[in-house]
C-alpha cells in the first residue's frame, strides 16, 4: 500500500535562507509524487510533480524537489525563503493501482513552513 | 486559467440535515475526486468518479455519503444525515488521465452544530 511520512510538522527558517522539507514515500509501484501548498484559508495549489520522467523536479516559485529511488525520498526545497512561502506543504503519492481507473492521492501529515524576518 | 470552482465557501449545518456541496470541475477533465480535511489533519480521499460511476471510495465514504454528476458540468458530494464529525474543509479535485496531477478547488467549510 502506497503512503507518505513527512518528518518534522512545523519547520522555521529565516528569510533568505535555505527550505528543506522531508517526504519519504512508500509504493508499491513505480510512483507518482506531489507537493501541494497551502496557503492560510486557500485550497491546495499544486507546487510541482514526478512522474518517473527527470529526477530532479522544477516548480513554481522557486521550488524543487529530487526523486530518489534508492531513499525513498522527494525531499523538497527552495534556496532562498521569502515571507510569502509561509504556508502548509504537503507530499502526496499517487495511489492508482496497476490498471486501475483511479488516481486518489495518499497525502502526508503535512509541514507548517515557518519564514522569520 | 481553467480552474476548479466550489460552491459554498461556507456552510452551516444543523446536525441531521441534508447538505449538497457542489463543484465545478475544469471542462475537459474526466476524472474527478472529493477529499476531506478535519481541522488540524491530514487531507484524506473520500471519493473518486470515472465513467459516471464511483471507481474507488473509502472507509469514511459510507451510506450516508453519496456523489453525482447530474449534468455536464457539476460533480456534488451529498451527505443524507450530518453529524457533528462531518465538520471539515470539503475539497473537490478533477485531473485529465491517470497518473496527472489533481487541481483542487478552494474547498467548502463545513460546520456541523
Known amino acids: 500500500a502506497q503512503s507518505v511520512t513527512q518528518l518534522g510538522s512545523h519547520v522555521s527558517v529565516s528569510e533568505g535562507a535555505l527550505v528543506l522539507l522531508r517526504c519519504n514515500y512508500s509504493s508499491s509501484y513505480s510512483p507518482s509524487l506531489f507537493w501541494y501548498v497551502q496557503h492560510p484559508n486557500k485550497g491546495l495549489q499544486l507546487l510541482l510533480k514526478y512522474t518517473s520522467a527527470a529526477t530532479l523536479v522544477k516548480g513554481i516559485n522557486g521550488f524543487e524537489a529530487e526523486f530518489k529511488k534508492s531513499e525513498t525520498s522527494f525531499h523538497l526545497t527552495k534556496p532562498s525563503a521569502h515571507m510569502s512561502d509561509a504556508a502548509e506543504y504537503f507530499c502526496a503519492v499517487s495511489a492508482s493501482s496497476y490498471g486501475g481507473a483511479t488516481n486518489k492521492l495518499i497525502f502526508g501529515t503535512g509541514t507548517l513552513l515557518a519564514v522569520q524576518p | 486559467e481553467p480552474e476548479v470552482t466550489q460552491t459554498p465557501s461556507h456552510q452551516v449545518t444543523q446536525m441531521g440535515q441534508e447538505v449538497i456541496l457542489r463543484c465545478v470541475p475544469i471542462?475537459?477533465?474526466?476524472?474527478f475526486y472529493w477529499y476531506r480535511q478535519i481541522l488540524g489533519q491530514k487531507v484524506e480521499f473520500l471519493v473518486s468518479f470515472y465513467n459516471n460511476e464511483i471507481s474507488e471510495k473509502s472507509e469514511i465514504f459510507d451510506d450516508q455519503f453519496s456523489v453525482e454528476r447530474p449534468d455536464g458540468s457539476n460533480f456534488t458530494l451529498k451527505i443524507r444525515s450530518t453529524k457533528l464529525e462531518d465538520s471539515a474543509m470539503y475539497f473537490c479535485a478533477s485531473s485529465s488521465v491517470l497518473n496527472t496531477e489533481a487541481f483542487f478547488g478552494q474547498g467548502t467549510r463545513l460546520t456541523v452544530v
Open positions: 471542462s475537459n477533465h474526466l476524472y
